[in-house]
């Protein structure tokens, strides 16, 4: 079984190094029969924001979008659909990403090996939002402070 | 205007092309720079060149400031060209800034805001001396700047967002209504800017707008001309994920992150519409990258503009032609550029005519001395 | 038909430099209405074709259920109805049964391309029409035999020419070749051979 729920795994898979998440993507490849529902494609989305005033969408810019749908088919007929959306400009990661999606969903065959490299990319993140949280912590203020020393210094 | 075609040119233009190049490698180190280098070393630089570029992607920014040597409106430029190269595959749902996952974030109006005040990674309160011990950089102290900043990387017991302060301004009714669900957001990609423009098309292009031009808008709006007095309710800095449908479930799933800096202004209050209280006025402004001078300008700039619309321009700074109309980096650099292109057929012409028009006044100064002597 | 479709969906026509070769072919049939250009893709013609124009960003209808299920995923096109779409896909050998788009007077480009699938182009084959055609990109006249082409299509494209420059563009398709005819092509409409 796998905590992580599915809408983290192509998040977590893209902390990784994207050779160790293609090479797993191939041996699912191999093992089974990979039919593309849509044609991967790497390309542009508009990043629509709400504003914080008025709560207006609006467009920021463009980011770099890849995505993939594909369906895996096992020899014994075992089908299983999987699907990614990355920020990134590589269609070929996003259908690596979608391949581990759909292995992992329908678990078939070898789906372990997709929800270690899951949970190894959940890991990463996670040390990388600690380092953030790390920066916020070591920088906090707390202005009420300042007050109460005044008022220490005027009772003198 | 005309612009003349020369021949002959293609050797000049190959050798000016080589000259760049030279000049380039001209480095007594002999090193040639690394794209993980300037996008970490110089991210402030690279993002500029994101959010001016209006494609978020920090390694091509690199690029770009590698290639043009530094040059960031030629490096936006090239950004701008290479989205053109990409097809449009989406419009993102519209995301929520309140889930961003700050490095950063405080109150000019607060002292205590829900969740803390954190400054993050800033100079604000650094002192412009230079440091001299960076001519001469250690490479081993500098690769352990990293293990020592984490030495005592404590579990802290932050959440992983915070709030929006106006959320708090709101509840108490001190703010302006929303005005959700307004229809689609203008793509300013795809269509002009045709004036009257909605206010998300004064957003978009103030998002990917030339830092230094909306700085010197909002300044002259600072400085006097204008009175927007804002306030910074909250500035944040930080990484909003980015959610879209997942393709066979359709539910909301992460595709990404992207670094993003957001101001909310606070402006002197107004009276409401008939018959409601008043309420503070608001400014808002938000860019790809680590950029606080950019959406802080951004911020007055949108409450002077709403002023401008609903009362008519009195400064230039909110006036939505003056102002949306030359932030644009791109544009403007393109059009003082242009001025370097051959102008000589119409330069001849002006020749031509000034020389005639000095001739006419040189003979009626002879005039008139002709008939004194008769 | 189905089956057919499903097996291509792997197939080089989903891939740049198949596409880049039909678009090639597409601005010459268009450049010189009447002219008949191969297709060399090993696909159904007016699938190759469609798999060049469309994407995501344009409407495409198919009132004639010629698409199976799983292309239109591939051709990322939205599906709309044939009143507002920017291409249509339909049977040629059927009677025209739809008001297709024939634009505005502000945007009369955006009148619809219709993609109609004949028997046979360019053949002078039995029970089909030959049409003289003159007009931009034509000098003088030249021919064009089409057979398995319903007559109201025809008839349709007639009646519009009154409203030029409204109007649509017709891309006729058989198994192995297209031909353009533009709403700026003049049709005479010859024996019926």
Redesign the interface.
């Known amino acids: 079984m796998i905590d992580i729920p599915?809408?983290?795994w192509?998040?977590a898979l893209?902390a990784l190094p994207t050779k160790e998440v293609k090479a797993v993507a191939d041996s699912f490849a191999s093992s089974c029969q990979v039919?593309?529902?849509?044609?991967p494609?790497?390309?542009?989305?508009?990043?629509?924001?709400?504003?914080?005033?008025?709560?207006?969408?609006?467009?920021?810019?463009?980011?770099?979008?890849a995505?993939?749908?594909v369906v895996l088919r096992t020899p014994d007929g075992h089908e299983s659909?999987?699907?990614?959306?990355?920020?990134?400009?590589r269609a070929t990661i996003a259908r690596a990403i979608?391949i581990l999606?759909?292995a992992l969903?329908g678990r078939l065959p070898g789906w372990e090996t997709a929800a270690a490299l899951v949970e190894r990319g959940y890991s990463a993140r996670a040390e990388k939002?600690?380092?953030?949280?790390?920066?916020?912590?070591?920088?906090?203020?707390?202005?009420?402070l300042l007050?109460q020393a005044e008022e220490e210094d005027g009772d003198e | 205007m005309s612009y003349v075609a020369i021949k002959g040119g293609k050797a000049a233009i190959d050798g000016a092309a080589a000259a760049a190049e030279f000049l380039r490698g001209h480095d007594d180190s002999g090193e040639p720079l690394k794209l993980s280098a300037i996008e970490s070393q110089l991210r402030l630089l690279t993002s500029r060149v994101v959010s001016e570029g209006g494609l978020y992607h920090p390694r091509l920014a690199a690029l770009a400031i590698k290639q043009f040597q530094g040059d960031t409106l030629e490096a936006a430029f090239a950004l701008r060209a290479y989205r053109s190269t990409k097809p449009r595959l989406l419009a993102t749902p519209v995301q929520d800034s309140t889930n961003m996952r700050c490095i950063r974030r405080i109150s000019a109006a607060f002292k205590d805001i829900p969740g803390g005040q954190m400054i993050g990674p800033s100079y604000d309160y650094a002192l412009r001396l230079l440091r001299l011990d960076l001519a001469d950089e250690n490479p081993e102290a500098f690769r352990s700047i990293g293990k020592t900043f984490l030495a005592e990387l404590s579990e802290a017991d932050l959440p992983d967002s915070f709030p929006k302060v106006l959320d708090a301004l709101r509840a108490e009714g001190l703010l302006p209504p929303v005005t959700e669900g307004r229809g689609e957001p203008f793509d300013i990609t795809r269509e002009p800017l045709v004036f009257p423009v909605p206010r998300s098309a004064a957003l978009a292009t103030m998002a990917r707008a030339e830092t230094g031009s909306l700085l010197a808008m909002a300044y002259s709006n600072m400085r006097g001309y204008g009175d927007v007095h804002p306030t910074v309710a909250e500035l944040r800095v930080g990484y909003i994920p980015v959610m879209v449908p997942h393709p066979v479930t359709g539910e909301p799933m992460e595709a990404g992150e992207v670094l993003v800096t957001e101001c909310e202004v606070v402006a002197m209050y107004e009276s409401g519409k008939a018959g409601s209280l008043p309420t503070f006025t608001l400014g808002y402004g938000a860019c790809f990258g680590h950029n606080e001078v950019k959406v802080i300008s951004m911020a007055i700039l949108d409450r002077a503009l709403q002023k401008g619309m609903q009362e008519g321009p009195v400064n230039p700074s909110e006036d939505p032609e003056f102002v949306l109309l030359h932030v644009d980096g791109v544009d403007s650099m393109g059009f003082a550029s242009h001025y370097k292109m051959p102008h000589y057929v119409t330069f001849q012409s002006d020749m031509d005519r000034l020389r005639t028009t000095q001739g006419k006044a040189r003979d009626a100064d002879q005039a008139p001395q002709m008939e004194v002597k008769a | 038909m189905s089956n057919m479709q499903t097996s291509m969906t792997s197939h080089r026509l989903w891939f740049p430099p198949m596409q880049q070769q039909i678009f090639r072919g597409l601005l010459h049939v268009f450049s010189y209405p009447g002219r008949v250009a191969e297709c060399t893709a090993e696909s159904m013609t007016w699938l190759a074709l469609l798999a060049a124009l469309t994407g995501g960003e344009v409407t495409l209808a198919d009132p004639h259920g010629l698409i199976a299920a799983d292309i239109w995923p591939k051709l990322e096109a939205r599906l709309t109805t044939p009143d507002t779409a920017t291409f249509i896909v339909a049977d040629g050998g059927r009677a025209m049964d739809f008001q297709p788009c024939i634009g505005s007077l502000e945007s009369p480009e955006t009148g619809a391309t219709l993609l109609l699938r004949v028997a046979a182009l360019g053949e002078h084959s039995e029970g089909g029409v030959l049409l003289d055609l003159s007009g931009p990109g034509i000098q003088g006249n030249t021919e064009l035999s089409i057979s398995g082409l319903h007559p109201s299509w025809l008839i349709a494209r007639a009646g519009l020419a009154a409203a030029f420059p409204l109007g649509v563009d017709l891309l006729l398709c058989d198994d192995r070749r297209f031909a353009a005819l533009p709403r700026t092509t003049r049709i005479k409409t010859g024996d019926i051979i």
Do not use: N
């Open positions: 599915r809408q983290e192509a998040a893209s039919r593309d529902v849509t044609l494609q790497s390309g542009l989305g508009l990043l629509t924001l709400r504003d914080g005033a008025f709560h207006e969408a609006f467009h920021l810019g463009e980011v770099p979008v995505r993939a749908h659909s999987g699907g990614a959306v990355l920020i990134d400009d979608a999606d759909g969903a939002f600690a380092e953030r949280k790390h920066i916020l912590a070591s920088t906090r203020v707390d202005f009420s007050g």
